[in-house]
């Protein structure tokens, strides 16, 4: 409860008749957050005012009206140890604390007021707040369902989790259920293993999908039971395929040849261009025949335009198999060094020049495959051999991509990069070559 709203703000009481004045032990327990501005000294001790309370001894909170507190009505929790106490007070030598020594030492020793394990019997009623020794959780409880065995409960879930966690020999999910395990995520479980749980263990285990490698979290009995779940992704594809089977020269793969060549070979289960129509909405995984980039798209948005399609391609506005150039860039007042990729005739070079890049080199290449493999290499070149970071940040790029494409002008000379994109030029040309020699014969 916050700013109180049951009743409107109390009248000033005359002075000397406030509560807090006529009754401080009650006003003690006037909560000091959940009343808005009002406070115990703005209130008389017949006031109808709804406020909230919080016990100065056992800390339980509740609402109540004032004048409800002054007629005697307190603290429930409190007042329910006072009469228990009178029905439960023990003989010498047979209390809680004498009986039962390991459950007294649970006994929370500040939220119970007054009483102690030494003022109630083993089977009292009473509800106290105990404090466990193992976890410090802290929970309300009578005496008596302690004395009858029952304990802290959050111990009790994980005692439970352990004991079903740890599989007898030969009973494991591993030794059970191998399609399961086949799943297990190799490095989110820290030291847990498959062989370490039973079938119906309330771990949260974390999973990889063998097939389609999706990942997701899920409890391992919910994987084992009958009809359990499974990996969302590969059973979308189940139901896609079962509801979108084409008729005989229909298939993605009949109509859209150049697609399916695409349609990824490992990532799709046993799910394949021949088995669904162009227009279905099976969600499948891809891979970029011109750049090798995987991504999971719909086969009806595949098919909506069927000329290019990757994102990584079509972020630059680049076509792999049309002719492109490699450039580099240098920037005088930002001190900088870019080397990229451009579509030949894409008009990408000019905006760069017109943001006050300066042209030092370009290369021209027959397809847009064979320049993003340069591009590549000079890269990591850069990134990876000479360890060299990021110069730009995407501010300062003038509203242009490819802030990660830069370096420092001072780490490496204009020589040097020219040198370098001409020997990567070298190695991919002699690559294709031998490409086409293996094709011929």
């Given at each position: 409860?916050?700013?109180?709203?049951?009743?409107?703000?109390?009248?000033?009481?005359?002075?000397?008749?406030?509560?807090?004045?006529?009754?401080?032990?009650?006003?003690?327990?006037?909560?000091?957050?959940?009343?808005?501005?009002?406070?115990?000294?703005?209130?008389?001790?017949?006031?109808?005012?709804?406020?909230?309370?919080?016990?100065?001894?056992?800390?339980?909170?509740?609402?109540?009206?004032?004048?409800?507190?002054?007629?005697?009505?307190?603290?429930?929790?409190?007042?329910?140890?006072?009469?228990?106490?009178?029905?439960?007070?023990?003989?010498?030598?047979?209390?809680?604390?004498?009986?039962?020594?390991?459950v007294a030492a649970e006994w929370h020793p500040s939220r119970n007021g007054d009483?102690?394990?030494?003022?109630?019997?083993?089977?009292?009623?009473?509800?106290?707040?105990?404090?466990?020794?193992?976890?410090?959780?802290?929970?309300?409880?009578?005496?008596?369902?302690?004395?009858?065995?029952?304990?802290?409960?959050?111990?009790?879930?994980?005692?439970?989790?352990?004991?079903?966690?740890?599989?007898?020999?030969?009973?494991?999910?591993?030794?059970?259920?191998?399609?399961?395990?086949?799943?297990?995520?190799?490095?989110?479980?820290?030291?847990?293993?498959?062989?370490?749980?039973?079938?119906?263990?309330?771990?949260?285990?974390?999973?990889?999908?063998?097939?389609?490698?999706?990942?997701?979290?899920?409890?391992?009995?919910?994987?084992?039971?009958?009809?359990?779940?499974?990996?969302?992704?590969?059973?979308?594809?189940?139901?896609?395929?079962?509801?979108?089977?084409?008729?005989?020269?229909?298939?993605?793969?009949?109509?859209?040849?150049?697609?399916?060549?695409?349609?990824?070979?490992?990532?799709?289960?046993?799910?394949?261009?021949?088995?669904?129509?162009?227009?279905?909405?099976?969600?499948?995984?891809?891979?970029?025949?011109?750049?090798?980039?995987?991504?999971?798209?719909?086969?009806?948005?595949?098919?909506?335009?069927?000329?290019?399609?990757?994102p990584t391609c079509a972020e630059y506005g680049f076509n792999a198999a049309a002719?492109?150039?490699?450039?580099?860039?240098?920037?005088?007042?930002?001190?900088?060094?870019?080397?990229?990729?451009?579509?030949?005739?894409?008009?990408?070079?000019?905006?760069?020049?017109?943001?006050?890049?300066?042209?030092?080199?370009?290369?021209?290449?027959?397809?847009?495959?064979?320049?993003?493999?340069?591009?590549?290499?000079?890269?990591?070149?850069?990134?990876?051999?000479?360890?060299?970071?990021?110069?730009?940040?995407?501010?300062?790029?003038?509203?242009?991509?490819?802030?990660?494409?830069?370096?420092?002008?001072?780490?490496?000379?204009?020589?040097?990069?020219?040198?370098?994109?001409?020997?990567?030029?070298?190695?991919?040309?002699?690559?294709?070559?031998?490409?086409?020699?293996?094709?011929?014969?």
């Open positions: 409860m916050g700013t109180n709203r049951k009743a409107p703000r109390p009248r000033k009481p005359a002075p000397g008749r406030s509560l807090l004045e006529l009754h401080p032990d009650i006003a003690a327990d006037w909560h000091p957050t959940k009343n808005g501005d009002v406070g115990p000294g703005d209130v008389s001790s017949g006031s109808g005012f709804y406020a909230a309370w919080r016990c100065a001894k056992c800390g339980h909170e509740w609402p109540t009206t004032v004048s409800a507190r002054s007629i005697g009505r307190g603290c429930r929790p409190c007042a329910s140890v006072k009469i228990g106490r009178a029905r439960s007070t023990p003989t010498p030598g047979k209390s809680l604390a004498d009986v039962y020594p390991d009483l102690r394990p030494q003022d109630v019997k083993p089977a009292a009623g009473t509800e106290v707040v105990w404090l466990c020794g193992t976890c410090s959780h802290e929970w309300p409880a009578p005496v008596n369902n302690r004395t009858r065995g029952t304990g802290c409960s959050k111990c009790a879930e994980k005692d439970r989790a352990r004991k079903q966690a740890t599989p007898a020999p030969g009973e494991s999910l591993a030794d059970l259920r191998p399609d399961v395990a086949a799943d297990w995520h190799p490095t989110k479980n820290g030291d847990v293993t498959p062989w370490a749980v039973n079938v119906g263990s309330v771990f949260r285990a974390e999973w990889r999908c063998h097939v389609c490698g999706h990942e997701w979290p899920s409890v391992v009995g919910s994987r084992t039971r009958p009809r359990g779940s499974g990996c969302s992704e590969c059973a979308k594809l189940r139901i896609g395929a079962s509801r979108s089977t084409p008729k005989a020269g229909e298939s993605l793969q009949d109509l859209f040849p150049n697609l399916a060549k695409e349609w990824h070979p490992t990532k799709n289960g046993d799910l394949m261009p021949s088995m669904v129509k162009p227009g279905a909405r099976n969600r499948v995984n891809w891979v970029c025949s011109a750049c090798g980039y995987e991504w999971p798209t719909r086969v009806n948005d595949r098919a909506k335009t069927p000329v290019g399609g990757c002719p492109a150039v490699v450039y580099f860039l240098h920037h005088p007042d930002l001190d900088a060094h870019k080397v990229g990729i451009a579509g030949e005739g894409s008009g990408r070079l000019s905006k760069f020049v017109r943001a006050g890049w300066t042209v030092v080199h370009s290369r021209q290449f027959a397809t847009g495959a064979a320049a993003r493999s340069v591009e590549k290499a000079v890269h990591t070149w850069w990134r990876d051999d000479l360890n060299l970071p990021v110069w730009l940040a995407a501010a300062d790029m003038s509203g242009l991509r490819g802030h990660t494409e830069t370096i420092a002008a001072t780490e490496l000379s204009e020589f040097e990069i020219i040198s370098r994109i001409a020997a990567e030029a070298s190695r991919v040309a002699t690559l294709e070559r031998e490409a086409d020699c293996v094709l011929a014969a």
